[in-house]
């Protein structure tokens, strides 16, 4: 592949690792170009829930083409952003009454910044600081780089980035470390905290307890600082309920929805408010416009996508199947903890994860990566560690067979 002219994402073309050409997906299964099927065990980074090429998202693809293509979304709308405003406004919190569109997980996180800084502003009262969450990831843009951990992946724009206030991860039996930041923190009077509910994905697969983030919203209401979550991956059942905040009781002022929002199909993202946050913004005056757009905002096609899941999560046992895989995944975790080599073992809803011990220290660059990563490609296994990271989060259609295969191969690398 050295001489395509692609240059692929977080990926270093120096090292000459293999890069599959992938032709066909189907349910939790890929097929490359030299015939091999390969077990989507990360649903294509985090993007898949109900497995590849649901027929109900694609005949919605297939139909709406027949129809309208793109059109601009300042002052003009369509039925299918229609119908999907009013689908995610009946089953998401209540009080999230205002959906703004734009098409991708890291603009959804801009956008909501932004919401939070507009929503201050207009209120005579500028704000700017926002809080955040040691390890967290919101995005790779300047923006959603600043609110997130910074590291080897970001040190090259460090000086660009903007300064947050930064809370304690609240690790096991030092969760009040974290309260007492935060409510600190919260006397300055910041915008907005922004969190990733339950579980931190990019910053390696962490989970906190539900009353963490339930005490941390308290905290922030008691302040009237803003409460951002973002569930551009948390959302759509990956940690056992709809949304993860739901597990704590908490609704916040803000929140940020992508990856599965389509099913993972097609890219498009949303980011809800409360109807404060739009009335900040509601006025005859066109400078408190909320000052936002992207080209595809609220594409139809990718619209007719996000209908067609909330259909497949109304018709179909999602919730079911999403229990069911849970409980079949902490079964295969139970199987590998307590293995040399283990640390962590740890699962919520769909996903599970462990640490390998890496006698040279872990982290992003650990060399135990790229090994685990020539393992699982060499049997056919699409799973990509984070350092030394192994984490499972397949599509909730994966059968018995398929989630054996991914968990014989982790226990082979631990060998
Ligand atoms: C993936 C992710 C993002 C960024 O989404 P993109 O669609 O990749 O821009 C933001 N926040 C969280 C929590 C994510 O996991």
């Given at each position: ?27 939790a ?10 077990i989507?065990g990360i ?282 895989l849970?409980a079949r995944q902490a079964r295969r975790l139970a199987g590998l903890a307590g293995r040399?080599?283990v640390?962590?073992p740890?699962a919520?809803?769909?996903v599970t994860a462990i640490?390998i ?15 685990l990563?020539?393992h699982f490609?060499?049997r056919?296994l699409?799973l990509?560690p984070?350092?030394?990271?192994v984490y499972v989060m397949p599509?909730?259609?994966i059968d018995d067979a398929d989630l054996d295969r991914i968990y014989a191969a982790i226990g082979e690398a631990l060998d």
């Amino acid at each position: 592949m050295t001489d395509s002219p692609i240059w692929h994402p977080f990926t270093q073309h120096g090292l000459g690792e293999p890069i599959p050409l992938v032709v066909r997906g189907e349910g939790a299964a890929l097929y490359t170009a030299d015939g091999r099927r390969i077990i989507d065990g990360i649903s294509s980074w985090w993007v898949t829930t109900h497995g590849h090429r649901h027929p109900r998202i694609m005949a919605a693809i297939a139909e709406q083409t027949g129809k309208l293509d793109q059109i601009i979304f300042a002052g003009w709308t369509h039925e299918p952003a229609e119908a999907l405003a009013r689908g995610l406004t009946a089953i998401m919190p209540r009080e999230l009454t205002r959906v703004f569109y734009s098409d991708s997980g890291s603009t959804s996180v801009e956008v909501a910044l932004k919401m939070a800084l507009g929503f201050w502003a207009n209120r005579g009262a500028p704000r700017h600081r926002i809080l955040v969450m040691q390890h967290s990831y919101h995005g790779d843009t300047i923006g959603t780089m600043s609110v997130g951990e910074r590291g080897v992946y970001n040190a090259a724009y460090a000086p660009l980035l903007f300064d947050v206030g930064t809370l304690p991860f609240p690790r096991a039996g030092a969760e009040q470390a974290t309260l007492d930041a935060l409510e600190a923190a919260c006397r300055e009077a910041p915008a907005a905290l922004i969190v990733e509910p339950l579980l931190l994905g990019a910053g390696g697969m962490l989970i906190y307890p539900a009353w963490v983030l339930a005490e941390m919203r308290a905290i922030c209401a008691r302040h009237g600082v803003l409460f951002i979550a973002d569930e551009v991956m948390t959302g759509w059942g990956r940690t056992g309920t709809l949304l993860a905040c739901e597990q704590a009781g908490v609704v916040p002022d803000i929140l940020c929805l992508s990856k599965g929002l389509t099913g993972g199909a097609i890219p498009l993202a949303v980011t809800m408010a409360t109807e404060a946050i739009f009335e900040a913004h509601f006025s005859r005056d066109r400078a408190r416009m909320f000052f936002h757009s992207s080209s595809y905002t609220a594409n139809p096609i990718a619209c007719a996508a996000a209908n067609a899941n909330l259909a497949i999560w109304r018709d179909e046992p999602v919730a079911a199947r999403i229990a069911d895989l849970s409980a079949r995944q902490a079964r295969r975790l139970a199987g590998l903890a307590g293995r040399p080599g283990v640390a962590n073992p740890r699962a919520i809803g769909t996903v599970t994860a462990i640490d390998i011990t890496d006698p040279q220290g872990g982290g992003y660059l650990s060399q135990l990566g790229p090994r685990l990563l020539r393992h699982f490609r060499e049997r056919d296994l699409l799973l990509r560690p984070m350092g030394n990271t192994v984490y499972v989060m397949p599509p909730y259609c994966i059968d018995d067979a398929d989630l054996d295969r991914i968990y014989a191969a982790i226990g082979e690398a631990l060998d």
